[in-house]
């Protein structure tokens, strides 16, 4: 008997398996009720403490850090560049201001060049400026004050002049801004003819000082001059009270009342 080939039947189709469920989860306690005993909040449900801390991650080493630089050790300031600044600002000693300043710079000037750097350079040059600025005001003022000096009605001093000194011009109220020396051949209008120096002592005040001054004034005219000038007008510079105590000089002049002439009156 031969052997028949009998097929196999295909297997029954299985109904497909049911669905996994999800775990249960637990239900909030009821408020103002208690949870049972050993009930604990699924992870993540409000109020539940986070999980615990993560491991840290270890820290870059990172580069190696530069030292902090050390600070520049200061430089000491030039004396005499405080003292320049001193002298010029204060307006005292303004020569001494204008030296120091100087000084100053070349020592500053003269160190850095060895390698010792040392300051004061601003102060120098701010004590030069201020020194020099006093200094042109003192020139300004003492100039303003000799070319006012003259015949002030009684004040005033002519202690440059010199008994023979003819004078280009003379105030005829007593008071002139300048008095100009020129030769007693060109034509002038006063002749100085005596100077002299009052006594020693405190200020006799004004009147005092012009009543003595006319009286001398008038006594050395008839010494010096000659008959011809007896119509001559003697006028005369006096000292002041501010400068009593430096200056007690008075120059006696002879002006020719006619105007501007020439020759010397000396006998």
């Keep these: 008997m031969s052997d028949q080939y009998q097929p196999v039947p295909p297997p029954e189709p299985q109904p497909p398996a049911a669905p996994a469920q999800a775990p249960p989860t637990q239900a909030p306690p009821t408020p103002g009720w208690p949870p049972a005993a050993g009930w604990a909040p699924a992870p993540g449900w409000p109020g539940q403490a986070p999980p615990g801390p993560y491991p840290a991650y270890p820290a870059w080493p990172g580069a190696p850090g530069y030292p902090a630089a050390a600070p520049a050790p200061a430089r000491p300031v030039n004396g005499f560049a405080i003292a320049s600044l001193v002298f010029g600002v204060v307006g005292v000693g303004l020569l001494l201001g204008l030296v120091c300043g100087f000084v100053a710079l070349r020592q500053i000037g003269r160190r850095a060049a060895s390698g010792r750097r040392e300051g004061g350079r601003g102060l120098a040059i701010a004590g030069i400026v201020a020194s020099g600025f006093w200094l042109l005001v003192v020139t300004i003022v003492a100039a303003a004050m000799i070319a006012g000096g003259g015949l ?16 280009r011009t003379v105030g005829t109220s007593g008071s002139v801004a300048d008095v100009p020396v020129v030769s007693c051949s060109a034509r002038h209008e006063g002749e100085v003819f ?18 003595a001054a006319d009286a001398r004034c008038n006594e050395e005219f008839a010494k010096y001059a000659t008959s ?34 020439t020759g010397s009156i000396r006998k």
Excluded at 152 to 167: E, R, T
Excluded at 194 to 211: E, K, T, Y
């Design 228 to 261: 011809a000038a007896s119509k001559m007008d003697i006028v005369y510079v006096t000292p002041r009270q501010d400068t009593w105590s430096l200056d007690r000089t008075v120059t006696c002049i002879a002006r020719d009342p006619a105007g501007p002439s």
């Design 194 to 211: 005596a100077v002299f120096a009052l006594q020693d002592g405190p200020w006799p005040g004004d009147a005092s000082v012009a009543q």
């Design 152 to 167: 002030a009605g009684g004040g005033g001093h002519g202690s440059a002049l010199a008994p023979g000194d003819c004078l």
